[in-house]
């Protein structure tokens, strides 16, 4: 990738890449059922920016110092796309946040019916891990990371990670009283993902266990940091920038971290996660961390 | 196992060792939500034939003829059987088949709720891919035959496998009118997973190229079979014996192998499946072909 770019510019031509990518990524030899196979596709192709997948190929760029080792990472950057597109589609549907709009779009399930919304959700959680090995039959990395990376993501996109951080949500929805079970709640509803995102990547780019560690610290940090942007967001950002309405966590009586540390504190908080993330990155000594350390910037400068 | 009993009896023994592993499988260590827990060993402790993790066992040790590859097979049993889990629990749902019981026990969507089997149904089927590693962590197997199972079972369980087959029954309801639509289904819906089962235990014993090749050709017919089997136990077998109604597909205007062919042609083609399903193992010259012979005879033969 071009080193001179700004942050901003840096994350939208990996978002191009990833998509255009996304778009082969259902190999179309394969006999799936249209409707099956549009239904993926919609949700694949609605937009988002694309953040966990960038992560994938900025941690892999850190760790190698080198731009060519993206082509060996993108199988596992789409992967991470699929899973977190997935969540998305069963979250929206009725039986859980009931959502008929997402970035300005009708809800897999307004459009394809709730039967295959949940069918499609399926199929792109699996196809997550027919695109690991991919990167492996390719030649760019070996079988032994791509089944650690396997081994990963289905412990952080599982029951102990993002799937039990969903149901701590859903359990929890005006029950939380504490910081601490709002911290679990993004920790790993969240964080976790992004936490792999770094972590794959870094094992792609030849990362020891020790500079892993710290990505991994890095992940949790800027996820946590991320989310609680999002409540801030939610509460004093732009409708027109955000593309949804504000202020819908009120509405809803959602428990956040505004609600329950203020907003000043809140914007603190962000700010001393954000910090503990650059040090992670700083303390790994990798051969080009400044894209990892802006992007930690960029999330908490963000408007939308 | 046993090389004298009958193939009812080794079927019983080789559940027996699965469910106790099952049990297992979840690691006690890991923070998850206990509402979800539970929900997770509901439907996995629901007991069921475990054909599949047993044709796993099986077919590793037919291929390397001894008894002592059913330890490295087993993380892999236990992954299709997360797989076979999770399929049930969100087709049970209401927006699927809408359904209150299985195997006499309530599904898990009335026990748990309607969000929770959809996570539980997805924490189950993410778990799955964190089970086949650990067979290679165990050292019973290398990283790249591991490395290809998950690849195998990503595609076999996904879009063009057995979610491609779910979406294709629930389209085409009513509206199936030939053998070929309803057999494009029942390969996909059902066979895959079997396959899949057949062909992974095979990798495992170090199987060559042919020889996945006809196990998978086994599973298929098999899979097929068994399915013939039950549309016909569902017209004309024992309610007690089966533990569900009988004639619940007529009821249901569910189109079938003996509505569309009769009864008569029905058992014909089960045999038929079931006779090329046994060439296939005849032709691949295994150490120890005995079981899996004896279990497609097994499956024509069930009355439940």
């Known amino acids: 990738m071009n080193e001179k770019v700004a942050i901003k510019t840096y994350l939208s031509q990996c978002a191009e890449l990833i998509e255009a990518t996304l ?34 190929l900025s941690a892999a760029e850190a760790v190698q110092g080198n731009a060519a080792v993206i082509n060996a990472a993108m199988p596992v950057a789409c992967a991470v796309e699929f899973i977190h597109t997935y969540s998305l589609v069963h979250d929206d549907l009725p039986a859980m946040d009931n ?68 149901v701590a949500d859903m359990l929890g929805e005006q029950g939380i009283t504490s910081i601490l079970e709002l911290e679990y709640i993004h920790l790993h509803k969240t964080s976790d993902l992004i936490a792999f995102s770094v972590t ?17 610290r890095y992940g949790r940090n800027i996820g946590l940091a991320f989310q609680i942007q999002d ?49 992670s990155i700083l303390e790994a000594d990798f051969k080009e961390p400044g894209r990892l350390l802006e992007i930690a910037d960029y999330l908490v400068q963000r408007d939308h």
Chains 1, 2 share one sequence.
């Open 231 to 279: 409540d801030i967001l939610d509460l004093i950002g732009d409708e027109k920038k955000l593309g949804k309405k504000t202020n819908s966590d009120l509405e809803q009586n959602k428990v956040t971290y505004p609600f329950l540390i203020g907003i000043e504190e809140s914007k603190a908080q962000v700010e001393r996660l954000t910090q503990e993330a650059k040090s």
């Open 99 to 166: 959502d008929d709009y997402r970035r300005g779009k009708l809800t897999n399930h307004k459009v394809f019916g709730e039967a295959m919304a949940i069918l499609a959700g399926d199929a792109l959680l699996t196809h997550a891990f027919h695109l690991i090995p991919q990167a492996a039959r390719q030649g760019g990395i070996g079988a032994e990371i791509a089944l650690a990376i396997v081994e990963d993501l289905a412990k952080l996109a599982g029951a102990p990670g993002m799937v039990g951080g969903q």
């Open 23 to 56: 778009k082969q990524s259902l190999p179309s030899s394969w006999d799936i059922p249209e409707q099956l196979r549009k239904a993926m596709l919609y949700s694949l192709e609605a937009g988002g920016k694309r953040l966990r997948p960038a992560l994938v």
């Open 200 to 216: 794959a990547g870094g094992r792609i780019g030849g990362a020891t266990e020790k500079q892993l560690d710290l990505l991994a």
